[in-house]
C-alpha cells in the first residue's frame, strides 16, 4: 500500500487497475441480472450458484469489498492531494473551456455511487448476509427473484435505482478510457476504444434501469 | 479599446495578495497581450503606481518565458499560443479581463504575476538530458537511422517550452504532460535509451517531490498547451515508468 500512495503514476495505475475489475464486476453483474426480464428460473439458478458457490463467496466476494474501498478511498485521497497541490485558487477558472464536467468531477459522481451502493447493500447484500449467516435459514434455489422483484415493487427505490445509474454512466464514460491511457495505453486503437467504453458506459447503466423499471412496471 | 483589467497584485512571495481594477483607453487590437500590458505599465508609472510584474523574453512564443492566466484559462482564449503571441483582438471593446499568475503550489509567487518554476528546471537536471562526450568525438547525427514517425513525435514532443501552462489549467495541478513530453523525447530515440530507466524514474520521482497533483486524464493540459503537446506523451511516461520499476 505504502507502494502505491509513493508515486503519482502507479496512484494512477492503481485507480485504473481497480476501476477496470469493478467494470468487468458490473458486466457479469448484468449478464445475471437481464436473466431476470427473461427467465424466473434462469435467474434463480444464477442466483443460487453464486450464492452458494464458495470460491464467489469466500474469495470474489472479499476482493470485490476490498475492490470497491479501495477505489473509493484512493479516489478521495487523490482528491485531497490534489486540491493541496492547487494551494491558493483561481478567482475565474473557466475548467468547461478545455475539460468535460464528467472528467472534472468523477469525484461527484464517484460519491453519488457510493451513497448507492449504501442504499443497495441495505437493500440485497445485508439481507442476504443475514439470510445465509446469521439467521442461517433452510436455502431455498427460489427465492431470489421474489426477492429481486419485491424491492422493486417502490417507487421511491426506483427512482434512486435510475438517478444512480445516470451518475454510473457519467462515471463510466470516463473512467473506461481514462484507466486504459493510466496504464500507458494510448495508440491508433485508442478512438475505437473509447467508442467501446462510450457504449459500455451507456449501455450497461441503461440496461440496469430498464431491469428496474421493467419489474416495476410487470408488477 | 477600453478595458476594465482585474489583476492580481502581490509585493513579494510573503505578502498576500489581492486583486486590482484598473482602466485601460487606446487599446489597438492589434497589439499583443503584452504590449497591452507594457501600455498599462506605463500608464500607471505617470500615475506613481509600482507596474505590474510579468514574466516575458523572446515574445515569440518559443522561449516559455511568459505566463498568465487570462479569463480563466493559461495564455487566455486562444489555442496553440503563449500570451506573447495572443492578440487584443480576441477581446472585445469594454471587456474585463481578469489576469492571475499561473497558480500551484511548486509554482509560488514571487511577485504579481510572475511565478518561480524553477521546480521544472530541476526535473528536468534529475533526468531530461542524454550523456555525450561531445570533446571531438561527436558522431555524424545521421550515422543512427531513426523511422521518420519516431523522429517526428520525438521532435514534437522536443516542442514542449516548459512554460507550465499544463500545470497551470489542470485542476489537479499536474505536471505530467511537461515530464512526459521530456521523457518521450529521448525514449523515442536510440540515443535516449541508455539512460531510459533512470531518466523516468528520477524524473518522476523529482515531480512527486515536488509537489504536483495526480493526472486525472481531464485532457485539460492538451488543449491548452501552447506548443500542443500530446496525451500520447503521459500514456508513454507511464509505460516506461511501468517497465522501469519491472527492470529496477
Known sequence: MGVLLSSTILRKVAMALSGLFLMLFLLQHFAINIT????????????????????????????LIFGVIFHFV??????????????????VYKGNANASWVSRNMLISGATILAFLALH???????????????????????????????????????????????LALHLSHGFSSSFQSMGFNNKYTPVLKSIGKVYAIGIPAGFAFIAIFHFLNH | MKLKLKIWRQENAAAKGSIQTYSL????????????MDVLNEQLMEQGIDPVAFDHDCREGICGSCSMFINGEAHGPDRLVTT????????????????????????????????????????QHAGGFVSVNTSGNTQDANAIPIEKADADKAFDAATCIGCGACVATCKNASAMLFVSAKVSQYALLPQGQVEATDRVLNMVSQMDEEGFGNCTNTGA?????????SLENIARMNREYLSA????
Not at chain 1, 431476470?36 to 472479499?62: A, D, K, R, T, Y
Not at chain 1, 479516489?75 to 491558493?88: H, K, S, Y
Not at chain 1, 447484500?125 to 417502490?154: A, T
Open chain 1, 121 to 167: 447493500f441495505y437493500d440485497f447484500w445485508v439481507p442476504e448476509i443475514n439470510y445465509k449467516y446469521i439467521e442461517v435459514l433452510p436455502e431455498d434455489p427460489n427465492r431470489y427473484y421474489e426477492e429481486l422483484v419485491h424491492k422493486f415493487e417502490d417507487f421511491t427505490r426506483v427512482i434512486l435505482y435510475v438517478i444512480s445509474f445516470f451518475f
Open chain 2, 84 to 123: 506573447c503571441q495572443l492578440h487584443m483582438r480576441k477581446f472585445k471593446d469594454g471587456d474585463t479581463i481578469h489576469i492571475e499568475p499561473f497558480r500551484a503550489k511548486p509554482f509560488p509567487v514571487i511577485k504579481d504575476l510572475v511565478v518561480d518554476r524553477t521546480a521544472f528546471d530541476r526535473i
Open chain 2, 25 to 36: 483607453d487606446g487599446v489597438s487590437p492589434d497589439m499583443s497581450f503584452l504590449e497591452m
Open chain 1, 36 to 63: 431476470s426480464v427473461f427467465s424466473e428460473e434462469i435467474f434463480n439458478q444464477f442466483s443460487h450458484f453464486m450464492g452458494i458457490n464458495p470460491i464467489v463467496q469466500f474469495l470474489l466476494q472479499p476482493v
Open chain 2, 245 to 248: 520499476n519491472v527492470k529496477g
Open chain 1, 74 to 91: 484512493m479516489g478521495f485521497v487523490l482528491d485531497i492531494q490534489n486540491r493541496r497541490a492547487r494551494g491558493t485558487r483561481y478567482a
Open chain 2, 221 to 229: 493540459c492538451e488543449v491548452e498547451c501552447p506548443k500542443g503537446i
